[in-house]
């Protein structure tokens, strides 16, 4: 965007999150992903007559886990509605949503944006079922439709239209993404569609108090695609307004071919929807016992803990997002913490060899952190050297759940030689071997000194004391 453009851009997203849960919204089908088409399919997300809705309670108490963790407000009671439209990928003819009593109403997420915190303002976010799937490109004559999808339990969250820049709203699904995966809400993969955005976006000029008229675009399935797709409609919806033109309001589709948002339809008004309670459901009622019980379990949240990490314990912003941005790290520095490692060394282990371990492993990564912590005093007390540490212990410490570290130090032969005598011998003996190098430092090529620590290292299987090795050379050929 130059900065000789006259508009302001105004996007508000509508993020569907897929919940985590085993079963449906509405019915005991199972939700995995990449079942056969058309498998997950019983009486009632097939919608045969005569079938009922049973609401899946497991899905409410996520919807009210997000919304505990964007600071909304929790209905006391909800209901669903039916939003009608005829489409092939929907036997129901209608979608249960809920149109006028979300589960959770108002609040904001808060996310880093140049230094700063900005509070995402949101609508509401609400519990609706998805729709089948159509495939369309397979074959020229016939259309597919796969129903697996049908009645999978979404969480869709609104924001207010804040969000100013393409980068912002990268910022913000992020931030949106680690925040369901923090709580175990969803598994927030884009590529799997569990995370899909429309965004709607409007230009203004600079001294307008209005929005403009907004556009959609619909289904988005990566940060990059919602960027890109911005960037293009801003520069669609300038050249329409400098030319003295029109915005139509209506849902366009992103062409991730050509980079371009393509038309697909006049958008809907609300009423187009007929709208009204579905009479199949009760309204649900949520128990303040239900509440305490979801609240008691709230954890901190990744913007919470950067917060804690760059204040308290005084870690760097970098260090601290990394930390920060995943479950594993940030449960480990705060124990070890706890267990009275101090900060910043806690902040070096774990957003370097730990995370290194964590990205190499996936999901199945396990540390104890009173064994990490053990890891890390031997380390502080000499009793075994750092590069041993990282490369041969904490490797097995992740693979073998339940192991001392103490005893595994121990097994692998691996504590420290700090006995004089004996590395006196070791370094001797490679100094008889290198005549010419013992030489050349003499005569002031001191940078062999890694080259004769580099032996001792190698002999004594890195445990060689470094200190008193670096200082035993030294006294020798100094
Ligand atoms: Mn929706």
């Known amino acids: ?153 979404l969480l869709e969250l609104v924001t207010k239209p804040v969000l100013e820049s393409p980068e912002e709203v990268g910022i913000f699904i992020n931030e949106i993404q680690k925040i369901v995966r923090f709580l175990d809400v969803s598994d927030g993969n884009m590529e799997e569609g569990s995370l899909r955005c429309d965004a709607n976006i409007s230009l203004k000029r600079k001294s307008d108090t209005q929005l403009g008229q907004k556009v959609e675009i619909k289904n988005m399935n990566s940060t990059r695609n919602v960027r890109k797709a911005l960037v293009y409609e801003y520069e669609r919806q300038s050249e329409i307004l400098n030319t003295g033109g029109r915005v139509v309001g209506e849902s366009r589709l992103f062409n991730v071919n050509n980079g371009r948002t393509e038309d697909m339809r006049e958008k809907e008004e609300a ?17 303040e016992e239900m509440l305490e019980k979801i609240e008691s379990k709230m954890i901190l949240l990744p913007f919470d803990l950067r917060k804690l990490f760059v204040e308290e314990y005084r870690l760097s912003p970098k260090e601290a997002l990394i930390i920060a941005d995943n479950k594993i790290t940030a449960k480990l520095i705060i124990d070890l913490v ?63 759940v339940g192991i001392e570290t103490s005893k595994l130090v121990a097994e692998m032969n691996l504590t420290v030689d700090d006995d004089e005598s004996s590395l006196s011998g070791i370094i001797d003996g490679i100094l008889i071997n290198h005549p010419e190098e013992v030489e050349a430092y003499k005569n002031g090529k001191k940078v062999l000194l890694q080259l004769f620590m580099g032996q001792v290292m190698k002999q004594t299987q890195g445990k060689a004391d470094p200190k008193i090795t670096m200082k035993l050379i030294k006294d020798k050929i100094g």
């Open 1 to 153: 965007m130059g900065a000789e453009q006259p508009y302001e851009m105004v996007v508000g997203l509508e993020v569907h999150i897929q919940l985590n849960t085993k079963s449906k919204l509405f019915s005991s089908d199972s939700t995995v992903f990449g079942a056969d088409a058309n498998s997950l399919t019983n009486e009632v997300s097939l919608a045969h007559p005569g079938t009922l809705p049973v609401l899946n309670k497991q899905a409410v108490k996520l919807a009210i886990k997000l919304g505990l963790a964007c600071n909304s407000e929790i209905a006391k009671e909800m209901y669903f509605d039916r939003k009608h439209y005829f489409y092939p990928d929907s036997p129901l003819g209608y979608q249960i949503t809920q149109q006028n009593k979300p589960v959770c109403l108002g609040g904001y997420v808060s996310i880093p944006f140049k230094n700063q915190e900005k509070k995402v303002v949101l609508e509401k976010i609400h519990l609706e079922a998805d729709a089948g799937k159509s495939i369309h490109d397979q074959s020229d004559k016939y259309s597919l439709i796969d129903l697996n999808r049908a009645g999978m339990p």
């Open 271 to 287: 009423h187009d929807y007929r709208y009204f309670p579905d009479p199949d459901l009760a309204p649900f009622v949520v128990s």
């Open 338 to 400: 706890e267990a009275g490692i101090p900060a910043d060394l806690a902040g070096k282990w774990l957003a370097g060899p730990v995370k290194a371990l964590i990205n190499q492993s996936d999901l199945l990564f396990s540390l104890d952190s009173k064994e990490l912590a053990s890891l890390v005093t031997l380390v502080n007390e000499n009793k075994i050297t750092y590069t041993n540490a990282i490369n041969k212990v904490l490797p097995e410490l992740v693979k073998s």
